[in-house]
């Protein structure tokens, strides 16, 4: 049997050779169609076959040893290449995939399989983002069972890797101001003021380093790397000496630096205001400089609310060189 279709907008036309079935009725608004058979029945019936096959899926198996008796799968979801899930598994890059990096952590002294209370049984990997050829951010499912219940816990991840951010404190003619940046955030459909701050490009422990070239992309100001106090190292060491601004769902965990300096109230006026960033990557930063007294009201960032707290104390606590 042959079939032969024509196509125009707004119309649908299917003629069947020897079978009693009229052309379908056309509809005005594309692409949805509405379609009426003949109350005549064609005297010969016919199937299309489709195939149920599914496309073969990417899979591999890892052993963890934290469960040496039960493997892991990493499963690709529709819509990640080969060459993506190659990247994500660490088998073609030197540079730690996030969900590598995400394994050895709840294997960990505080990770969620140290007790054998909970087991990890499969990571569905669901959407990837790359930045040109580096891997960007990460989706992935995790299905870990509590033991006891036989439940799964919550297990949705946006992996994003660490980052940095720095408060940024002048001291002027008696009075200290802190330096934050405007930024387009999309995802929270709002400009908002923050820290400068930044992700890693890798996982090779550079945090003062990319600490100091974000700030200098984000406002311009050249910093010393000596001259930079780690607030978040200040924490007890069982907490990784990072913050997780939002453990329910992202995996970004944040050191937070300080920098003090004296400048001239010329250069505070300079500041303000400053348009800075990478245009070409999309960076449309606007530098904003408020006094420190004020700063806790003047922002929603839990970066700098957080690096607040940190400095505030540690400052009375006596942890300030």
Not at 98 to 124: C, D, H, P
Request: net charge neutral.
């Amino acid at each position: 049997m042959i079939f032969k279709n024509s196509f125009q907008p707004g119309i649908m036309r299917v003629a069947v050779p020897r079978c009693g079935i009229p052309l379908l009725k056309p509809v005005n608004k594309f692409p949805f169609f509405s379609s009426t058979l003949s109350p005549k029945t064609c005297a010969r019936t016919f199937s299309a076959k489709m195939s149920t096959n599914p496309p073969s899926q990417l899979t591999h198996t890892i052993n963890l040893p934290a469960q040496l008796n039960q493997p892991v799968s990493i499963i690709a979801a529709p819509g990640v290449s080969n060459a993506q899930f190659r990247q994500i598994s660490g088998r073609s890059s030197k540079e730690e995939a996030f969900y590598v990096k995400w394994l050895k952590n709840i294997q960990a002294e505080t990770g969620l399989l140290v007790n054998g209370a909970m087991s990890l049984r499969q990571v569905l990997i669901q959407g990837v983002d790359m930045f040109g050829k580096r891997l960007g951010f990460l989706k992935f499912k995790a299905d870990i069972i509590d033991k006891e219940t036989g439940q799964k816990v919550p297990g949705i991840v946006f992996a994003r890797g660490p980052a940095v951010a720095v408060l940024i404190l002048l001291d002027s003619e008696g009075e200290t101001y802190a330096v934050l940046t405007e930024q387009v955030r999309v995802p929270v459909g709002r400009l908002i003021l923050e820290l400068p701050a930044g992700m890693l490009d890798d996982d090779h422990g550079d945090f003062a380093g990319t600490a100091v070239r974000e700030v200098e992309e984000e406002t311009g100001i050249h910093l010393n790397v000596h001259d930079m106090v780690d607030l978040t190292a200040f924490l007890d060491a069982s907490t990784g000496g990072r913050v997780f601004p939002s453990p329910g769902g992202c995996d970004e965990e944040i050191s937070l630096f300080l920098y003090r300096g004296n400048v001239s109230k010329e250069k505070i006026q300079q500041l303000q205001g400053k348009e800075t960033g990478l245009r070409d990557h999309g960076e449309l930063i606007k530098v904003h400089v408020v006094p420190y007294d004020k700063l806790w009201r003047a922002t929603a960032d839990a970066k700098a609310l957080t690096a607040i707290a940190l400095y505030e104390m540690a400052k009375r606590d006596g942890l300030l060189p």
